[in-house]
């Protein structure tokens, strides 16, 4: 089973600033997830992160607003860009390594 | 579109009752469902599965029974342990092959008492 390390495990943050999150997996993996948990709402999927391609976005969230690395296949980072209170919320990163395991979350408070 | 309800919470139950905690779905296709749980200060985690209608998933204890008539994929536990609060969420994929197209309801947070 895939353990995954992520940082931090919150943050506040001013608004109109960015922060990168980092997940790292102690194995290599093919498909990496981004989540987001608002308050009160489901897990939703940002964005689908394989390494050597462009991260694939979904429906409502854009690269400028939420770039993504994946320089190698143990690790990815989500910057959340230009930070307003609606970003607040939970981010969690998630791996398929037969099946799906998730990063312990960054809960981000944004002022 | 997909889409997973389930009950909210908190729930407050005290040591050794019985727990049900509600989950229904609306999907395309025929969906795999899924129960996953999150201890505190830890990731979300696999707890049970069924891939099909009348599969039980069953793991630590839990059960839940995928009913395609009701549309629902109920969590129980008999008997519930301190150990057992965390936040459960109930989730389902209709790809077999699109791990990315996972939807999951809201979580529900269970605390037992001793």
């Known amino acids: 089973s895939a353990v995954i390390s992520q940082k931090p495990s919150r943050d506040i943050c001013q608004r109109g600033t960015s922060l990168t999150i980092q997940c790292q997996v102690d194995s290599q993996v093919t498909m990496m997830f981004w989540y987001r948990q608002q308050p009160g709402q489901s897990l939703t999927l940002i964005a689908t992160?394989?390494?050597?391609?462009?991260?694939?976005?979904e429906s409502g969230f854009v690269i400028d607003k939420f770039p993504i690395s994946r320089p190698n296949l143990t690790f990815s980072t989500l910057t959340v860009s230009n930070m307003s209170p609606e970003d607040s919320s939970i981010y969690l990163c998630?791996?398929?390594?037969?099946?799906?395991?998730f990063g312990s979350g960054t809960q981000l408070s944004v002022l | 579109g997909n889409s997973v309800t389930q009950m909210e919470g908190p729930v407050t139950l005290s040591e050794e009752a019985f727990l049900t905690i509600n989950c229904t779905y609306t999907a395309t296709g025929y969906p795999s469902l899924f129960w996953y749980v999150q201890y505190p200060g830890e990731g979300l985690q696999l707890l049970l599965k069924a891939t099909k209608a009348d599969d039980k998933g069953s793991n630590k204890g839990f059960e839940a029974t995928y009913r395609k008539e009701t549309t629902s994929f109920h969590l129980e536990k008999g008997s519930v342990q301190v150990s057992d609060s965390a936040v459960y969420f109930c989730?389902?994929?209709?790809?077999?092959?699109?791990?990315?197209?996972?939807?999951f309801g809201i979580g529900t947070k269970l605390q037992v008492i001793p």
């Open positions: 989730a389902l994929r209709v790809d077999p092959g699109g791990y990315q197209k996972v939807t």
């Open positions: 998630s791996v398929l390594d037969e099946k799906l395991f």
């Open positions: 992160a394989n390494q050597g391609s462009e991260a694939t976005y």
